[in-house]
């Protein structure tokens, strides 16, 4: 490359899997989150969509420190937003989807640990859906992996160079 030249940055041209699959990662860390606020708006009331676990004395809720979980997540994702021209640096792709992989499962476990270690408590239907959302977005930053996409040059305004050879990623 000649010094005048524009510095080029390897990326990957998202297909509509990464795409679709970064939406819902993104969807179910924010809908964690909106939970998460849910239950600190009802502490001190009874909300089967925000509790955890309940008995007739008391109510299980997720407690609003974990509130950095979700915020992590969203932090520790690839930014890919659903519009056809975007391309994703290379660049800490592949660890921020290991990151954000690993957080999902960090999730699930300690609900699993909060959870398993009630002993006479019913369990509440905001266990299944923060599973279920945990579970879903884990399964969508997996989703995300740049498996089989486009790797093209870009410039420092995110333009794809056309001079550029492109190549598949394995």
């Given amino acids: 490359m000649d010094k005048g030249g524009p510095q080029l940055r390897d990326a990957y041209r998202p297909n509509r899997r ?3 699959a970064s939406d819902v990662a993104t ?3 924010v809908a964690i989150l909106f939970g998460l606020l849910g239950t600190a708006m009802t502490w001190w009331e009874r909300s089967a969509l925000f509790d955890l676990a309940s008995n007739d004395l008391q109510v299980v809720k997720m407690g609003t420190g974990y ?3 979700p915020l992590a997540i969203l932090v520790a994702l690839p930014l890919v937003f659903g519009r056809a021209r975007q391309v994703a640096l290379q660049r800490w792709y592949k660890r ?3 990151g954000a992989a690993l957080l999902w499962v960090a999730g699930i476990v300690v609900l699993l640990v909060k959870v398993t270690g009630l002993d006479g408590y019913t369990i509440e239907a905001g ?3 923060t ?3 945990l579970a879903i977005g884990l399964a969508a930053t997996l989703a995300m992996w740049p498996a089989g996409l486009v790797e093209v040059k870009v410039d420092r305004a995110g333009l794809v160079r056309e001079g550029a050879e492109p190549s598949t990623s394995a």
């Fill in 67 to 69: 509130l950095a979980g």
């Fill in 131 to 133: 599973g279920g959302l």
């Fill in 18 to 20: 990464v795409r679709l």
């Fill in 27 to 29: 969807l179910c860390a």
């Fill in 127 to 129: 266990t299944y859906v």
């Fill in 96 to 98: 921020r989807l290991v």
